[in-house]
C-alpha cells in the first residue's frame, strides 16, 4: 500500500460502479463478523488514521507560520530522534532557496508523483456524490449514498440487528471524517507553499516546494505510527 492509498484509507476514488453509481467514489468497509471486534479494532483504527492525518495538518501549519529563510522552527522527534519532519523540511527549503540549486525536482520526483495522485483522487471525491458500504461476508448489508449537498439516503439489507446498523451509522461518519480531513490536508499543503514561496526568491519555488510540503506530511504520519507502535509493544 503505497502513501496515497494508506491516506485515502477505504475510499476508492473512480470505482468500477460506474453502471448504478455515475462514478461516484466508494467507502467499502467489511465490518469483523464480531461486532465489538468492529468497534475496538477496525473503527478505533480509522479513527486513530485520521487524528494521524490531523495532526500531520496542525504540525506543518505551525511549521509554514514561524518557518523564515536562515530561521528554522525546530521539533523534537517524537522517537528520541536528533532529526525531526520538521528538520527534513526545513533543509528541503533551504536548498530549494539557495542560488546555486540544480536539479530539485529529482530528490523529490517519487513525492511529487504521489502528490499529483492524491490531489486527483481527492479531486474526485468532492467532484461526484459518494457512496459508503458496509460489508458482512463479503456481502453488502448498508448503503449510504450522500449527496453533493449532504443530503443522505440509506438502504438496508432485509433482517439487520441493530448492532449491525450502529456499526453502518460509524462507518458513516468515519468516511465522512476521513474525506473532510483529506480535502483540509489539500487545502493546507496548497495555502503553506504559497506562503513560503513568497518568502524564497527562487522562480517557480511554489511547485518546487509542494513536494516537499508532501514528503513533510508523510514524515510526520510515519512518525506517528511508529510511535504509537512502539508504545503498545
Known sequence: MNAVQALLGAWVAGATEAQRF?????????????PRAARQGTLLGLARDYEHIEQAVERLSRFVDAWEPDRHPRAKSLEGQERSPEDAL???LDRIGAPQAKGLFDPLQSAREELDAFIRHVRELVSHYAVIETQSDGAVIARTLVGWTGDFKSLWHNDLTPEQVRLHERNVRAALAR???LIRLMGVISVSAAKIALRLATPGAQLLVLPALWQFVRDVIE???RAEAHSVS
Do not use: I, M
Not at 455515475?22 to 464480531?34: F, G, I, K, L
Open 223 to 225: 512518525e506517528l505510527r
Open 22 to 34: 455515475d462514478a461516484a467514489p466508494v467507502w467499502r468497509w467489511e465490518a469483523p463478523s464480531n
Open 90 to 92: 526545513a533543509e528541503a
Open 179 to 181: 474525506r473532510a480531513a
